[in-house]
C-alpha cells in the first residue's frame, strides 16, 4: 500500500467522482482508477461501486475510510518530523 493510493482513495471518497479526484491530485482518471484498483487488491476488497453519477463507497469502503484518513495524518505528521529535523543540531 502507497500513500498515494491512500490519497486517492480518500479524494474520490469526499468528491465522488474519479475524474474530480484526479484533478484535484493533479494525476489522470486513469491514474486514479488504477491506485484505486491496487487498493482494492491488496485490501482483497472492493471500495467503491461506479455508475454515470460517480463513485459511490460500498460497505467496506464506508468501514475503511476512517482508517485510510488515520494513515495519512500519520504520513503527513512523520513527514513534519523528518522536516524539523534539519531544523535542529544533532
Do not use: N, W
Not at 471500495?47 to 468501514?63: I, K, P, Q, V
Request: aromatic share 6%.
Amino acid at each position: 500500500m502507497h500513500e498515494r493510493e491512500f490519497r486517492a482513495f480518500v479524494s474520490v471518497a469526499e468528491i465522488g467522482r474519479m475524474d474530480q479526484a484526479a484533478k484535484a491530485l493533479g494525476y489522470s482518471q486513469p491514474a486514479i482508477s488504477y491506485q484505486i484498483k491496487c487498493l482494492e487488491r491488496v485490501l482483497g476488497i472492493k471500495l467503491f461501486t461506479r455508475d454515470s453519477t460517480g463513485a459511490h463507497l460500498t460497505r467496506e469502503g464506508r468501514m475503511i475510510l476512517p482508517s485510510a484518513r488515520v494513515v495519512l495524518t500519520l504520513i503527513e505528521s512523520m513527514k513534519l518530523i523528518d522536516r524539523s529535523k534539519g531544523a535542529r543540531p544533532a
